[in-house]
């Protein structure tokens, strides 16, 4: 059993992780790790948990949480380590052998470390420590003064460990490793002026003066504007021991005592992905280092951080720019405000915006996001998460490390691992006011480790199932998108072609409607179609579009259209799902019960129920009344063309 503090707090056994509940929890966990076997009064748990007055059963939420860590720790087998969570009058101890603990192991390590008596064995022993690291110390705790002072002073003895292992590299004369793992920390720490002093000595003996002497000038800008201050003694020293050494003939200064040539297969390494000398500090990325203390991005690209602060200088916005010639949809969008707005809950407001292939539930999103952006001022992420997409879905961990890398976490503190990520990610939104929209969802474990957790946060996700799951236990409140009406599809075909087109003719633009099930997606490849024919009627294209066996290549415009999005819905299903959908292509009207589709497909009631119950979910049949299904147009000539497919 582990016990991490270096990062996301969690409890590591070896049939994986722990469920360690929510902040305050953790937080208790938390606070007794930094004290293990020390009694740690009631008094001040409860003072470390709630920053403001804390409420009246402060103390019988302690008391809860403590005893449902003892349940944890016993079901996770605290027994055979010699862990015990005990009760002292008002006080409680974590009893345990402290080398489980990450940040325990990380002390001794970089105390076993000489950088100057033994460099070469100070190396290993520094990489090891700072490999302990998983992000932001104490992420996932609650935001009051103790926990920050905290982690502040992890992050110090971090920085100090990373300034080790670069002097342990100086002192064997790798200055390219020792000026690539300074580097990073450099840029997260702007205004730490012993950092940024060694990072111009080990740029100087790479032969990089001008990179040093900017850092020197770059330092000293932020100084004034932030602080009103300087440069201090050693930021001034390390600026005129290298002026001295280039007035004395460029010469680089000699390197510490001890030091020893590189090897030449790791000098090549360095070398071939370092920067050219004379280039500018931060333009051009340093090499990853095996410690993760190095990485690989430029400075420049994201603001820099303000100082233990993990906040980038502007907020994200992510959104896809607004859907062009967005109409009505006038109370999917006021269910959206109704269901994203209410604070009353005590929630995160959860919102899915469910419906049929090509009927535009994304751009209803979109919209809806651009609309209410100002209300979200710490920003608005988007992320296509490919679930009736070409390919794979997109996992968790790819979309989290966006997100983060999107609100400024430096790229070699972003976790691995999904729950690692998804842990910092609700920590460093808990507190902003942010929107978060998810495309293209398939499930709700796809969603869950992406939504945020902060109260002031939004989130809506689309999908072509109901993501029922999010409902139950997530609380979201469902959005359901239908297809346009008459009168609505007219409007979006004159908002495409023009009213006065679409005036010519208004039965014409009546049947298209029809054509195209109503479905956004199939009339604006419609509108495409004339658009590219501007002598055409709209009679015309009706009337090609009601022969069947082109109607559904007719309505494809290039890369989109509305066999295309059937496919990928198409392509999510069971093989026994997607046979009952053929099945039920065949039926004359489109109408039928569930003895009827049971009869066509030739399953017995029960199995032929189960498959309408998905089908119904995924949007690709619809219930209309109890045992009372319709199956449209569209996606019956698409099942009936990949059944004649199949069989050909």
Same mark, same amino acid.
């Given at each position: 059993?582990?016990?991490?503090?270096?990062?996301?707090?969690?409890?590591?056994?070896?049939?994986?992780?722990? /469920?360690?509940?929510?902040?305050?929890?953790?937080?208790?966990?938390?606070?007794?790790?930094?004290?293990?076997?020390?009694?740690?009064?009631?008094?001040?748990?409860?003072?470390?948990?709630?920053?403001?007055?804390?409420?009246?059963?402060?103390?019988?939420?302690?008391?809860?949480?403590?005893?449902?860590?003892?349940?944890?720790?016993?079901?996770?087998? %605290? $027994?055979?380590?010699?862990?015990?969570?005990?009760?002292?009058?008002?006080?409680?101890?974590?009893?345990?052998?402290?080398?489980?603990?990450? /940040?325990?192991?990380?002390?001794?390590?970089?105390?076993?470390?000489?950088?100057?008596?033994?460099?070469?064995?100070?190396?290993?022993?520094? +990489?090891?420590?700072?490999?302990?690291?998983?992000?932001? /110390?104490?992420?996932?705790?609650?935001?009051?003064?103790?926990?920050?002072?905290?982690?502040?002073?992890? @992050?110090?003895?971090?920085?100090?460990?990373?300034?080790?292992?670069?002097?342990?590299?100086?002192?064997?004369?790798?200055?390219?490793?020792?000026?690539?793992?300074?580097?990073?920390?450099?840029?997260?720490?702007?205004?730490?002026?012993?950092?940024?002093?060694?990072?111009? +000595?080990?740029?100087?003996?790479?032969?990089?003066?001008?990179?040093?002497?900017?850092?020197?000038?770059?330092?000293?800008?932020?100084?004034?504007?932030?602080?009103?201050?300087?440069?201090?003694?050693?930021?001034?020293?390390?600026? @005129?021991?290298?002026?001295?050494?280039?007035?004395?003939?460029?010469?680089?200064?000699?390197?510490?005592?001890?030091?020893?040539?590189?090897?030449?297969?790791?000098?090549?390494?360095?070398?071939?992905?370092?920067?050219?000398?004379?280039?500018?500090?931060?333009?051009?990325?340093?090499?990853?280092?095996?410690?993760?203390?190095?990485?690989?991005? %430029?400075?420049?690209?994201?603001?820099?951080?303000?100082?233990?602060?993990?906040?980038?200088?502007?907020?994200?916005?992510?959104?896809?720019?607004?859907?062009?010639?967005?109409?009505?949809?006038?109370?999917?969008?006021?269910?959206?405000?109704?269901?994203?707005?209410?604070?009353?809950?005590?929630?995160?407001?959860?919102?899915?915006?469910?419906?049929?292939?090509?009927?535009?539930?994304?751009?209803?999103?979109?919209?809806?996001?651009?609309?209410?952006?100002?209300?979200?001022?710490?920003?608005?992420?988007?992320?296509?998460? +490919?679930?009736?997409?070409?390919? $794979?879905?997109?996992?968790?961990? @790819?979309?989290?490390?966006?997100?983060?890398?999107?609100?400024?976490?430096?790229?070699?503190?972003?976790?691995?691992?999904?729950?690692?990520?998804?842990?910092?990610?609700?920590?460093?939104?808990?507190?902003?006011?942010?929107?978060?929209?998810?495309?293209?969802?398939?499930?709700?474990?796809?969603?869950?480790?992406?939504?945020?957790?902060?109260?002031?946060?939004?989130?809506?996700?689309?999908?072509?199932?109901?993501?029922?799951?999010?409902?139950?236990?997530?609380?979201?409140?469902?959005?359901?998108?239908?297809?346009?009406? #008459?009168?609505?599809?007219?409007?979006?075909?004159?908002?495409?072609?023009?009213?006065?087109?679409?005036?010519?003719?208004?039965?014409?633009?009546?049947?298209?409607?029809?054509?195209? $099930?109503?479905?956004?997606?199939?009339?604006?490849?419609?509108?495409?179609?004339?658009?590219?024919?501007?002598?055409?009627?709209? %009679?015309?294209?009706?009337?090609?579009?009601?022969?069947? +066996?082109?109607?559904?290549?007719?309505?494809?415009?290039?890369?989109?259209?509305?066999?295309?999005?059937?496919?990928?819905?198409?392509?999510?299903?069971?093989?026994?799902?997607?046979?009952?959908?053929?099945?039920?292509?065949?039926?004359?009207?489109?109408?039928?019960?569930?003895?009827?589709?049971?009869?066509?497909?030739?399953?017995?009631?029960?199995?032929?129920?189960?498959?309408?119950?998905?089908?119904?979910?995924?949007?690709?049949? $619809?219930?209309? %009344?109890?045992?009372? #299904?319709?199956?449209?147009?569209?996606?019956?000539?698409?099942?009936?063309? @990949?059944?004649?497919?199949?069989?050909?």
């Amino acid at each position: 059993m582990e016990f991490s503090l270096l990062g996301p707090i969690a409890v590591t056994t070896g049939s994986g992780e722990l /469920a360690l509940g929510p902040a305050k929890r953790r937080s208790v966990l938390a606070l007794l790790l930094l004290q293990p076997n020390t009694t740690v009064p009631l008094e001040q748990l409860i003072d470390s948990l709630w920053e403001d007055e804390p409420p009246e059963h402060a103390r019988t939420v302690v008391q809860g949480h403590v005893s449902r860590l003892r349940a944890t720790l016993a079901e996770g087998g %605290a $027994d055979a380590y010699g862990i015990e969570l005990a009760t002292h009058g008002s006080a409680y101890l974590l009893r345990l052998p402290e080398e489980l603990i990450d /940040a325990h192991r990380f002390s001794e390590l970089v105390a076993l470390a000489r950088p100057e008596a033994a460099p070469a064995d100070a190396v290993p022993l520094l +990489r090891e420590a700072l490999g302990l690291w998983r992000g932001p /110390a104490l992420t996932g705790t609650v935001s009051s003064p103790p926990f920050a002072a905290a982690a502040h002073a992890l @992050e110090e003895r971090r920085l100090t460990a990373v300034e080790a292992l670069a002097r342990s590299h100086g002192a064997l004369g790798e200055n390219e490793q020792a000026a690539a793992i300074l580097y990073t920390a450099a840029v997260n720490h702007p205004l730490r002026e012993g950092l940024i002093a060694a990072l111009m +000595r080990a740029l100087f003996r790479t032969g990089r003066q001008s990179d040093a002497l900017e850092w020197f000038h770059r330092t000293r800008r932020l100084l004034t504007e932030e602080l009103g201050v300087d440069p201090g003694e050693r930021l001034r020293g390390a600026y @005129e021991e290298i002026l001295r050494a280039e007035a004395a003939g460029g010469s680089k200064p000699a390197a510490p005592a001890g030091a020893r040539p590189a090897n030449d297969l790791r000098t090549a390494r360095s070398a071939a992905a370092g920067k050219e000398p004379g280039a500018q500090p931060g333009r051009s990325p340093v090499p990853a280092q095996a410690d993760g203390t190095a990485a690989g991005g %430029a400075e420049g690209t994201r603001p820099a951080a303000k100082e233990g602060t993990g906040r980038t200088g502007s907020a994200p916005r992510l959104l896809p720019r607004p859907p062009a010639r967005f109409l009505g949809r006038e109370n999917p969008l006021a269910a959206l405000t109704d269901a994203l707005t209410d604070r009353t809950t005590g929630e995160s407001p959860l919102a899915v915006v469910a419906g049929p292939a090509g009927v535009g539930k994304t751009a209803c999103a979109v919209q809806w996001a651009h609309q209410h952006a100002p209300g979200f001022p710490d920003g608005q992420l988007f992320a296509d998460l +490919r679930g009736f997409g070409e390919g $794979d879905e997109a996992p968790p961990a @790819e979309i989290l490390r966006d997100f983060l890398l999107a609100l400024g976490t430096p790229p070699e503190r972003v976790p691995t691992s999904a729950q690692a990520a998804s842990a910092l990610f609700r920590s460093l939104v808990a507190d902003r006011r942010l929107l978060v929209v998810l495309d293209n969802a398939r499930s709700s474990a796809q969603v869950r480790p992406l939504l945020p957790g902060g109260l002031q946060c939004a989130t809506i996700v689309t999908s072509r199932s109901r993501l029922d799951g999010l409902v139950a236990t997530d609380c979201a409140r469902p959005v359901g998108l239908q297809v346009l009406g #008459y009168e609505e599809g007219a409007a979006l075909l004159g908002a495409m072609l023009g009213t006065e087109r679409v005036a010519e003719d208004p039965d014409a633009a009546q049947e298209l409607v029809a054509l195209c $099930d109503g479905l956004p997606l199939a009339l604006r490849a419609a509108a495409a179609q004339l658009t590219a024919r501007p002598r055409w009627k709209l %009679a015309r294209l009706a009337s090609a579009l009601r022969d069947e +066996r082109r109607r559904l290549a007719l309505l494809s415009a290039e890369d989109t259209g509305i066999a295309a999005a059937l496919r990928m819905s198409v392509a999510r299903l069971s093989a026994d799902d997607a046979r009952l959908l053929s099945a039920l292509a065949t039926s004359a009207d489109g109408h039928l019960n569930a003895s009827v589709a049971a009869a066509l497909a030739g399953y017995d009631p029960e199995r032929t129920q189960d498959g309408l119950d998905r089908l119904t979910e995924m949007h690709l049949v $619809d219930e209309e %009344a109890t045992d009372v #299904y319709t199956i449209s147009t569209l996606t019956q000539l698409f099942a009936r063309d @990949e059944r004649d497919e199949r069989d050909g």
